[in-house]
Every structure is written in C-alpha cells, then in structure tokens.
Nanobody
Framework: VQLQASGGGLVQAGGSLRLSCAGS????????MGWFRQAPGKEREFVAA????????SYADSVKGRFTIARDNAKNTVYLQMNSLKPEDTAVYYC????????????????WGQGTLVTVSS
C-alpha cells in the first residue's frame, strides 16, 4: 500500500488540525493503521493507532484526550483529529500501515507515508 499524508500546517496553541492519510489499492481495510511523529532533534514516536475497522484505538499518553484517530475504509483514508494543540506537538507526522494487530512499535509497521509538518506556535 502507498500512503499519502496531508493536512499539516501552522496553528496557534489551543487550536485544532485534522490530518489525513490516503492509501492506495483495494485492500486498505486489511491494514492496521498508525500515526507517528518526529520532533526536531528527537526520535520518531508513536501517537495513535486504529484497528482494521475502527473498533479499537490506542493512544500515546501525551495525546490521550486531545487527539482522535479514525478511519473511513470506503475512502481508503485514516484521520488524526488534533485538538488543544500544544507547542510540544510540533513535529512531522507520519502515517503507517501494518499487519496482524494494532500496535505502537515503529519497527512493526511495514508501510510509511512521506510525513506532513505540524507547527504549533505559542
């Protein structure tokens, strides 16, 4: 599957953004999907994940209660709704796809999008 992330931009602290990740192919629902992010000078970290049909989600503690992951398999798209954004949310956000189960381990994701930059100003 090929993944294309979009929706990043500049937003003030406390604001909201919605990221989208469009997947190619007819088997999008075969994949468990995740969002990761990499801040300047830091390692990439897990943000959120969703099961194949959206029934199960998982979040990093740092975004729980502020971010929501969802997917629309009819549109081959996974979303990340980000509310109450903080300057520390500034990062390049990546979507990724994996098989077998929902998870937060970066090395278990087989396919990656190109990333979209989110900048939160204070």
């Amino acid at each position: 599957v090929q993944l294309q992330a979009s929706g990043g931009g500049l937003v003030q602290a406390g604001g909201s953004l919605r990221l989208s990740c469009a997947g190619s192919g007819r088997t999008f629902s075969s994949y468990y999907m995740g969002w990761f992010r990499q801040a300047p000078g830091k390692e990439r970290e897990f943000v959120a994940a969703v099961s194949r049909f959206g029934g199960t989600t998982s979040y990093a503690d740092s975004v729980k209660g502020r971010f929501t992951i969802a997917r629309d398999n009819a549109k081959n798209t996974v979303y990340l709704q980000m509310n109450s954004l903080k300057p520390e949310d500034t990062a390049v956000y990546y979507c990724a796809a994996r098989y077998l189960t929902i998870g937060s381990m970066e090395n278990e994701y087989a396919y990656w999008g190109q990333g979209t930059l989110v900048t939160v100003s204070s």
